[in-house]
């Protein structure tokens, strides 16, 4: 069993910046790749951001591309979120993920492991 915590979500106007983390219980390499998610009220659970297991390969959605950067540290079992010029429509409950396979997936049964999730709302 693998456990996964988020921190790093709170309250930021438009424009601003949030860097999430994800702790893993277990080394996070074992060659599974690690991903991000999040769910706005009201609406299905969407993919944000995946990395490889060796971080050398990532994907991001496009409605946060150029915005938000997903990373790694293995030696650290976190991957974190790099959240810029946010706006409204990224409040959402953001999920850290740990894929079934080493590469990077956008689809959400891939991920074996779900965090908790965490929190960020952004005000206008």
Request: positive net charge.
């Given at each position: 069993q693998v456990h996964l915590v988020e921190?790093?979500?709170?309250v930021v106007q438009a424009g601003g910046s949030l860097r999430?983390?994800?702790?893993s219980s277990?080394?996070?390499g074992s060659n599974n790749?690690?991903?991000?998610?999040?769910?706005?009220p009201g609406k299905e659970r969407e993919f944000v951001a995946g990395i490889d297991w060796r971080g050398g390969?990532?994907?991001t959605a496009d409605s946060v591309k150029g915005r938000f950067t997903i990373s790694r540290d293995n030696t650290k079992n976190t991957v974190s979120?790099?959240?810029n010029s946010l706006i409204p429509e990224d409040t959402a409950v953001y999920y850290c993920?740990?894929?079934?396979?080493?590469?990077?997936s956008e689809v959400a049964s891939e991920y074996a492991y779900w965090g908790q999730g965490t929190q960020v709302t952004v005000s206008s």
């Open positions: 921190s790093g979500g709170g999430l983390s994800c702790v277990k080394r996070t790749a690690m991903g991000w998610f999040r769910q706005a390969g990532t994907k979120l790099q959240m993920a740990q894929g079934r396979r080493s590469i990077a």
